[in-house]
């Protein structure tokens, strides 16, 4: 060893320190491509060699999710194709549409770039790394930002390519326009993540220490005014839907969305001209305007990208250093009124149990993230339904509607209790496994550790939800009109939280990943991904069993027989708009939530039994 | 050739390392003591670059760790508490990576590998991803990589943390080594009986204040302990300290205890300077 030592310390200095900025910054840049390479198709192998049926299931779901996505605006393209026959009004109709789709998805770039790039930045083992390297600072916000992107760019291209793709064929648009989506795409990407970026910076440059509720208020503002542009949008249009009246309406209020400086008119603006056939005037030339917006979008994502490296290579070493000097958490640990209810309304459980479930109350209550991201979106949501009451309900015809907007009101909070289930309940196994040394070690069985976690999700998740559905269906008044719809659709919610909660504890017990300690990495593998999409088809099962015949049994009353549509058989008569039908729709719905709790839980029960840590 | 000139550091109010100044000069082994939140790890992260001080100023051979990071970068190799390692590259593939960054040719960076795989005994899993590699090999790996590009001084936080008996007795000799070979190590730890066996000179730190910077010896006189363990004078030195903030504050209240223990200080950094 001696030896070896010796040799290194005799190797002539100067040869390991490579003089000339541009030799190195080439050198840096090599070294991390390679880096990326190697890390991305050892990915891809291990995937390929070890994972063939998860990548399968996620390619395939993927592909049925963008080829749904498709359809649904290939078709809504052509419905507008046949609607409005005046090319210049229908190009004009597009472009709002794209004006708004984009707008909202630069703002939503902005921030979950801002997000990823404050994790990826400050609270990244490979940055301490790197740090401490001989590095261009400037290399590793590029290196860390080129990572925000593609995060942020996969769901949006597999959003906005089905679109795009859609649009194109149904106005047989030129094979250029096909051909200038990725970079135009792309392009667009990079601007509001360099500004979210950006962003993230100066918010941890000027208050480190309130970071996250600056984060937090400013997500919290953003969604309130997307809730309410959305609110203006489509609630408070008086005129009848449809009419000429409405799509002035409409389009007047969807001007807020086409300022010309905002990269998401140059793109939408530069896809619309590429995807012209034929010009419209003798000086008109399409393509030529297309190429000129998309070397405005090229330009800026690359001026934008140049400010943010050189503002990180200023910033970043001064940031992360504010950042560990806000020291550790000096809170103290108080009980709360919280966990006295608890133990109260979970007294009939055994003692084993309800001790899991206090201690789990107790760490969601003290995770700002877990209860924030909750209080945000129910509060947005009971803020929504309270407004509920601008939509039109008087005229008769609109009833069954209201009741049809109940149910999707329904799916719309079983959906969003789906993402918090996969990010916080899913990986609550998983996490349990790192610590599993105080749980493995207590005299108590298995499987009580995946009860407590059930009733904990299920019981802490199906109050608050059967509240909102209650406010909404009053807001529509479905409470006073149909009281019987508003005890389904509250028969239905609990089913719903149950399932939710059963799908989300099961499956996280018999797909854990102990390796991870982030459980936002966790709900982002396969097992979340998988959680997700079953959570979804059980939301959509379970809305549509209750929902389709809830909605004939209100036509039938209405119109004395909605099996007018089909032939009057028995069949049909007893399908279509009978209480019979209906009781057995939420039958079935009950039967399908006991289902979707038991048999998860029991698999995982198993497989818990089973596992090793 | 590590140089720490009245460095301060704070975390909001409460300060983690005050007025630091001390010299670790080449050809030497420093091992730097103190009881759980001292500030060690706060001085190792100023002096790697991850932190920068408050006031005062650190250097490298010579190189300003605040102003020419990059260039203090170069000098050093760092072990941190925390080994960090990419999962899905090989041990071989990480000393490629860290002597690419270096600079290194190709022919000195494989030939500097080599060398490093055969001193921290790596070539049984080298060629394997990180991924399935317990702390302990993590810990060889991450030694390997401070050490490949052969820098001037080497700064490690808890050498001996998860490392078998055989991987610490190879750790010490190679630090050792690494010292009589002209380069400076400074050395966090917890583990008394390491500090004693290599070290040359020692610092203790408590509440982030140097109370004793010197030999071991150095230390056995001023406190009377002339066969007293590491351990021993350890404790006495911090009990000390710690008895005089408490006595103080009984005293006179908060205020007059901070000063008292300033005053313990200023006696402790009177004998760290003799």
């Given at each position: 060893?001696?030896?070896?030592?010796?040799?290194?310390?005799?190797?002539?200095?100067?040869?390991?320190?490579?003089?000339?900025?541009?030799?190195?910054?080439?050198?840096?840049?090599?070294?991390?491509?390679?880096?990326?390479?190697?890390?991305?198709?050892?990915?891809?192998?291990?995937?390929?060699?070890?994972?063939?049926?998860?990548?399968?299931?996620?390619?395939?779901?993927?592909?049925?999710?963008?080829?749904?996505?498709?359809?649904?605006?290939?078709?809504?393209?052509?419905?507008?194709?046949?609607?409005?026959?005046?090319?210049?009004?229908?190009?004009?109709?597009?472009?709002?549409?794209?004006?708004?789709?984009?707008?909202?998805?630069?703002?939503?770039?902005?921030?979950?770039?801002?997000i990823?790039?404050?994790?990826?930045?400050?609270?990244?083992?490979?940055?301490?790394?790197?740090?401490?390297?001989?590095?261009?600072?400037?290399?590793?916000?590029?290196?860390?930002?080129?990572e925000?992107?593609?995060?942020?760019?996969?769901?949006?291209?597999?959003?906005?390519?089905?679109?795009?793709?859609?649009?194109?064929?149904?106005?047989?648009?030129?094979?250029?326009?096909?051909?200038?989506?990725?970079?135009?795409?792309?392009?667009?990407?990079?601007?509001?993540?360099?500004?979210?970026?950006?962003?993230?910076?100066?918010?941890?440059?000027?208050?480190?220490?309130?970071?996250?509720?600056?984060?937090?208020?400013?997500?919290?503002?953003?969604v309130?005014?997307?809730?309410?542009?959305?609110?203006?949008?489509?609630?408070?249009?008086?005129?009848?839907?449809?009419?000429?009246?409405?799509?002035?309406?409409?389009?007047?209020?969807?001007?807020?969305?086409?300022?010309?400086?905002?990269?998401?008119?140059?793109?939408?603006?530069?896809?619309?001209?590429?995807?012209?056939?034929?010009?419209?005037?003798?000086?008109?030339?399409?393509?030529?305007?297309?190429?000129?917006?998309?070397?405005?979008?090229?330009?800026?994502?690359?001026?934008?990208?140049?400010?943010?490296?050189?503002?990180?290579?200023?910033?970043?070493?001064?940031?992360?250093?504010?950042?560990?000097?806000?020291?550790?958490?000096?809170?103290?640990?108080?009980?709360?009124?919280?966990?006295?209810?608890?133990?109260?309304?979970?007294?009939?459980?055994?003692?084993?149990?309800?001790?899991?479930?206090?201690?789990?109350?107790?760490?969601?209550?003290?995770?700002p993230?877990?209860?924030?991201?909750?209080?945000?979106?129910?509060?947005?949501?009971?803020?929504?339904?309270?407004?509920?009451?601008?939509?039109?309900?008087?005229?008769?015809?609109?009833?069954?509607?209201?009741?049809?907007?109940?149910?999707?009101?329904?799916?719309?909070?079983?959906l969003?209790?789906?993402?918090?289930?996969?990010?916080?309940?899913?990986?609550?196994?998983?996490?349990?496994?790192r610590?599993?040394?105080?749980?493995?070690?207590?005299?108590?069985?298995?499987?009580?550790?995946?009860?407590?976690?059930?009733?904990?999700a299920?019981?802490?998740?199906?109050?608050?939800?059967?509240?909102?559905?209650f406010?909404?269906?009053?807001?529509?008044?479905?409470?006073?009109?149909?009281?019987?719809?508003?005890?389904?659709?509250?028969?239905?919610?609990?089913?719903?939280?149950?399932?939710?909660?059963?799908?989300?504890?099961?499956?996280?017990?018999?797909?854990?990943?102990?390796?991870?300690?982030?459980?936002?990495?966790i709900?982002?593998?396969?097992?979340?991904?998988?959680?997700?999409?079953?959570?979804?088809?059980?939301?959509?099962?379970?809305?549509?069993?209750?929902a389709?015949?809830?909605?004939?049994?209100?036509?039938?009353?209405?119109?004395?027989?909605?099996?007018?549509?089909?032939?009057?058989?028995?069949a049909?008569?007893?399908?279509?708009?009978?209480?019979?039908?209906l009781?057995?729709?939420?039958?079935?719905?009950?039967?399908?939530?006991?289902?979707?709790?038991?048999?998860?839980?029991?698999i995982?029960?198993?497989?818990?039994?089973?596992?090793?840590? | 050739?590590?140089?720490?000139?009245?460095?301060?550091?704070?975390?909001?109010?409460?300060?983690?390392?005050?007025?630091?100044?001390?010299?670790?000069?080449?050809?030497?082994v420093?091992?730097?003591?103190?009881?759980?939140?001292?500030?060690?790890t706060?001085?190792?992260?100023?002096?790697?670059?991850?932190?920068?001080?408050?006031?005062g100023?650190?250097?490298?051979?010579?190189?300003?760790?605040?102003?020419?990071?990059?260039?203090?970068?170069?000098?050093?190799?760092?072990?941190?508490?925390?080994?960090?390692?990419?999962?899905?590259?090989?041990?071989?593939?990480?000393?490629?990576?860290?002597a690419?960054?270096?600079?290194?040719?190709?022919?000195?960076?494989?030939?500097?590998?080599?060398?490093?795989?055969?001193?921290?005994?790596?070539?049984?899993?080298?060629?394997?991803?990180?991924?399935?590699?317990?702390?302990g090999?993590?810990?060889?790996?991450?030694?390997?990589?401070?050490?490949?590009?052969?820098?001037?001084?080497?700064?490690?936080?808890?050498?001996?943390?998860?490392?078998?008996?055989?991987?610490?007795?190879?750790?010490?000799?190679?630090?050792?080594?690494?010292?009589?070979?002209?380069?400076?190590?400074?050395?966090?730890?917890?583990?008394?009986?390491?500090?004693?066996?290599?070290?040359?000179?020692?610092?203790?730190?408590?509440?982030?204040?140097?109370?004793?910077?010197?030999?071991?010896?150095?230390?056995?006189?001023?406190?009377?302990?002339?066969?007293?363990?590491?351990?021993?004078?350890?404790?006495?030195l911090?009990?000390?300290?710690?008895?005089?903030?408490?006595?103080?504050?009984?005293?006179?209240?908060?205020?007059?205890?901070?000063?008292?223990?300033?005053?313990?200080?200023?006696?402790?950094?009177?004998?760290?300077?003799?």
């Open positions: 060893m001696s030896a070896s030592t010796s040799q290194c310390r005799d190797a002539p200095r100067s040869a390991t320190v490579l003089r000339g900025g541009a030799k190195v910054a080439r050198r840096e840049q090599a070294m991390f491509w390679w880096l990326r390479n190697r890390l991305v198709w050892r990915m891809v192998a291990e995937w390929a060699t070890s994972s063939r049926l998860r990548m399968s299931i996620l390619v395939g779901l993927s592909l049925l999710f963008w080829l749904g996505l498709f359809a649904v605006f290939h078709e809504s393209f052509v419905l507008l194709a046949n609607s409005v026959s005046h090319e210049p009004t229908r190009a004009m109709v597009a472009h709002k549409i794209f004006n708004i789709f984009f707008f909202a998805l630069l703002i939503m770039l902005a921030v979950s770039s801002g990823i790039m404050y994790s990826a930045l400050f609270r990244s083992d490979e940055v301490r790394f790197l740090l401490t390297q001989p590095i261009s600072v400037r290399r590793i916000v590029s290196h860390k930002f080129q925000a992107v593609a995060f942020s760019a996969w769901g949006f291209l597999l959003m906005g390519s089905p679109m795009l793709i859609a649009y194109g064929m149904s106005v047989d648009a030129p094979l250029y326009f096909y051909a200038m989506l990725v970079p135009m795409l792309v392009s667009f990407v990079v601007i509001p993540a360099a500004c979210g970026g950006l962003a993230c910076m100066g918010v941890i440059y000027v208050a480190p220490r309130f970071r996250l509720r600056l984060i937090a208020t400013l997500v919290a503002a953003l309130a005014a997307g809730l309410y542009l959305g609110l203006r949008l489509f609630v408070m249009v008086q005129e009848n839907l449809q009419g000429a009246a409405w799509l002035s309406e409409m389009m007047g209020r969807m001007e807020f969305a086409e300022q010309r400086l905002l990269p998401s008119w140059w793109l939408s603006s530069g896809l619309l001209q590429a995807a012209h056939n034929e010009p419209a005037s003798a000086g008109d030339q399409p393509w030529r305007d297309s190429v000129m917006f998309l070397g405005l979008l090229v330009s800026n994502a690359m001026m934008a990208t140049m400010v943010l490296v050189e503002i990180g290579h200023r910033a970043l070493r001064p940031c992360y250093s504010r950042l560990q000097g806000m020291g550790g958490s000096n809170r103290r640990a108080r009980s709360s009124v919280l966990d006295r209810l608890v133990r109260l309304l979970a007294w009939p459980l055994p003692p084993a149990t309800r001790l899991l479930i206090e201690k789990d109350v107790r760490l969601f209550r003290r995770d993230v877990q209860w924030s991201q909750f209080a945000i979106f129910f509060g947005l949501l009971a803020l929504y339904f309270i407004n509920i009451r601008r939509f039109q309900y008087d005229d008769g015809m609109l009833l069954r509607w209201m009741n049809m907007i109940g149910f999707l009101n329904l799916a719309v909070v079983g969003i209790l789906s993402t918090f289930t996969t990010r916080f309940i899913f990986p609550m196994i998983s996490l349990e496994g610590r599993f040394w105080i749980l493995g070690t207590l005299p108590i069985h298995r499987e009580t550790i995946l009860w407590s976690k059930f009733w904990f299920g019981l802490g998740s199906a109050p608050p939800c059967a509240a909102l559905i406010i909404s269906d009053w807001m529509l008044g479905i409470v006073a009109t149909t009281p019987v719809m508003a005890l389904i659709h509250q028969v239905t919610c609990w089913s719903l939280c149950l399932g939710l909660a059963g799908i989300a504890v099961g499956l996280g017990a018999r797909l854990p990943d102990m390796r991870q300690n982030s459980p936002a990495r709900a982002a593998g396969y097992g979340g991904t998988l959680n997700l999409v079953l959570s979804g088809i059980f939301i959509v099962l379970t809305v549509l069993m209750t389709a015949p809830s909605y004939f049994v209100l036509e039938a009353r209405d119109l004395a027989g909605a099996h007018r549509y089909l032939a009057d058989t028995p049909t008569h007893f399908l279509l708009g009978s209480n019979w039908a009781a057995a729709g939420v039958a079935a719905t009950v039967l399908l939530g006991a289902v979707a709790t038991i048999v998860p839980l029991n995982g029960i198993r497989a818990f039994r089973r596992l090793e840590f | 050739m590590i140089e720490f000139r009245n460095v301060s550091r704070r975390y909001g109010k409460r300060t983690a390392v005050a007025d630091l100044t001390l010299t670790a000069p080449g050809g030497e420093f091992a730097y003591l103190g009881p759980n939140g001292a500030g060690k706060t001085t190792i992260k100023m002096l790697v670059g991850l932190l920068q001080p408050h006031a100023g650190i250097s490298i051979g010579g190189v300003d760790v605040r102003k020419q990071p990059r260039e203090a970068c170069r000098l050093l190799g760092y072990v941190p508490d925390q080994p960090f390692l990419y999962d899905k590259l090989s041990a071989r593939e990480t000393l490629q990576f860290v690419g960054m270096y600079g290194m040719g190709q022919k000195e960076a494989a030939d500097a590998i080599e060398r490093q795989i055969a001193t921290f005994e790596l070539g049984g899993f080298c060629d394997r991803l990180s991924e399935g590699y317990s702390h090999m993590k810990q060889r790996v991450v030694f390997a990589s401070a050490l490949v590009h052969n820098p001037r001084v080497v700064v490690v936080d808890e050498p001996m943390v998860g490392l078998d008996p055989r991987s610490m007795r190879l750790v010490k000799d190679l630090l050792r080594r690494f010292a009589d070979e002209g380069g400076a190590v400074f050395m966090s730890t917890h583990t008394l009986s390491v500090a004693d066996e290599i070290a040359d000179r020692i610092g203790v730190l408590s509440q982030g204040r140097l109370l004793f910077c010197g030999a071991v010896g150095e230390l056995r006189e001023r406190l009377a302990e002339r066969d007293g363990s590491l351990e021993r004078l350890f404790l006495k911090t009990e000390e300290m710690d008895d005089d903030a408490a006595t103080a504050e009984a005293l006179a209240g908060p205020a007059l205890a901070g000063r008292t223990a300033a005053a313990a200080v200023g006696a402790g950094q009177e004998m760290g300077d003799a």
